[in-house]
């Protein structure tokens, strides 16, 4: 079984397509998961704030899935909020759909394990990368692993992401 092509039926079967404008909230820091969603068109980001600044810490655009995880996974409110940096058309599915989708198979529970590997250990890899990695090594590395990043999100986002300056960033660009 494909888990990715199971995914995708599920979200055109049992999803709720929803467009939100640049700047509207999927969920705010606090709140509490119920849904993963499917990026169709736009982007998303996740960030939080800390002292005076927000601090984006994930993206979703076209052909990504984003939620809250640990809020979606524990139950417990959310440590960040997730907004539209530009119009975006999405699918949500509820968490009971998704959990009964997953927990149909042997197959589908072994995609999603896949999955969820996957995002730790690119969780690790960020965290690694703002730990050791100077700026300029920072953006090669984010640029190995999304070289489409800068086509779907705004230099300023990036900046953030990269615990950079917006000018610090272009000036390593340009280097």
Do not use: C, W
């Not at 909230?25 to 960030?47: D, K, N, S």
């Not at 529970?109 to 050791?132: F, H, K, P, W």
């Not at 190995?144 to 917006?166: E, V």
């Amino acid at each position: 079984m494909d888990f990715k092509a199971d995914l995708t039926t599920l979200f055109k079967v049992e999803g709720k397509e929803k467009i939100i404008s640049k700047g509207e909230y999927l969920l705010r820091e606090g709140e509490i998961e119920h849904h993963i969603y499917y990026v169709m068109t736009g982007a998303i980001r996740a960030f939080l704030f800390s002292e005076n600044e927000d601090i984006t810490i994930r993206f979703g655009y076209e052909g990504s899935v984003i939620n809250s995880l640990a809020s979606f996974i524990t139950g417990e409110p959310s440590a960040f909020s997730l907004q539209a940096i530009r119009k975006t058309s999405l699918i949500s599915i509820r968490k009971q759909s998704f959990e009964s989708f997953i927990f149909q198979n042997l197959d589908r529970m072994s995609g999603y394990t896949a999955l969820l590997e996957q995002t730790i250990v690119q969780q690790i890899d960020r965290e690694n990368d703002l730990l050791t990695s100077s700026p300029s090594e920072r953006l090669k590395r984010v640029m190995q692993r999304s070289p489409d990043l800068f086509q779907h999100i705004p230099l300023k986002y990036i900046a953030s992401y990269l615990r950079m300056t917006p000018e610090t960033l272009s000036r390593i660009r340009k280097s």
